[in-house]
């Protein structure tokens, strides 16, 4: 069976991406991943995304994980003669990724416009705090300030203070919709020959993802409560503690489990027949009763007990694990780069089964500027 990674879907498509942080290099990352030749463009200082941390071989863990494999020119776009090696650099590609402060682009000559109407079948996607449609387009935007201005954080957290989701979700979740958007492109480019000017915004990419707690807002009345690492909607769904002090998360989804639960897991059948518990809905009103019983039975337990009865009853759980445990675990798999002249090892691609065609090297700064620009007069 062929991986993503071995397939090289997009081989032979050129890409140039005027990229810093996270969601573009993402999209531009998952393209070099597809086969994609992705030449990035940077300013003589780099990536700010460089100098994040020097956690990895000396290298930013960001920088790292999404800029394997490309190509690396620097440009001082400040000097004429560089802006014109960019213009004739975005000439030659299928794809312009790009997540400039909005009207930057045009500010250095390129006409997005002009460009799409020169060459039916570019493609082009950029990337904005909001969309050009709305009265935001042009504020700075950053992943922290889309998660609080969306709501996200007001539903993350624990029931006493809102909280940052731990990675940086909204930049990631931009990415792969720059990264599916430009799919759909060369989708349609393959059929009609016609590329693509699309606009990705990170507000527009964190409300999608917010959809639910949005329509139960809207439609509901009441927007989800913060509920720590429980389950707003779903009860029994959150943290219970075993004897022996492992704390592991117990998910309940519908009636059929929540009856296994009663009999095999906390052997009490008379708490499936509680009026209090009769379905969902009930169990949430009742949560603290739900949860303080349920909890009651684990806490007579050690934790290998606990697993062998949720395993019986075939319902869903898992510890709550430190992050130096995934490093650990035996259902996680890597992959390889390579930085400077050390192999790194990075969370595999979903969908790759561990097949790997070639090591991709994280690129120094500038390290491919004199090959790409000399090809620009070949």
Sequence with gaps: ??????????HGLKVISLEQAVAAPLCTQRLVQAGAEVIKIERPQGDFARYYDTAVAGQSAY???????KKSVVLDLSINQDKQSLLQLINKSDVLVQNLKPGSLAGLGVDLDLLH???PAFISVSISGFSPDGPGYKRKAYDLLMQAESGLAQITGSAQEPGRVG??????????FAYEAILQALLQRSASSTGAKVDISMFDAVAHWLAVPYLLDRYGGTAPKRVGLAHPGICPYGVFTSADGVSFILSIQNEREWQRL???GIENSELAAD????????????????????????????YCSISQRLDLADVAFAPVNEMSALKEHPDFHTETVRVGDQDVQLPRLPGSNGEQ????????????????LKSLSQ
């Design 117 to 119: 109407a020169q060459r």
């Design 167 to 176: 990675v940086s979700v909204v930049d990631i979740a931009t990415g792969q």
């Design 1 to 10: 069976m062929n991986s993503l990674h071995s397939l090289n879907s997009l």
């Design 262 to 264: 009663c009999e095999v």
């Design 275 to 302: 009026a209090r518990c009769s379905d969902n809905p009930t169990r949430v009103a009742n949560r603290v009763f739900v949860d303080a019983t349920v909890q009651y039975a684990f806490a007579q337990l050690d």
């Design 357 to 372: 065609s070639a090591v991709a090297k994280v690129p120094t700064l500038g390290e491919h500027t004199e090959e790409v």
């Design 63 to 69: 920088f790292v994980w999404l800029n394997a494999g």
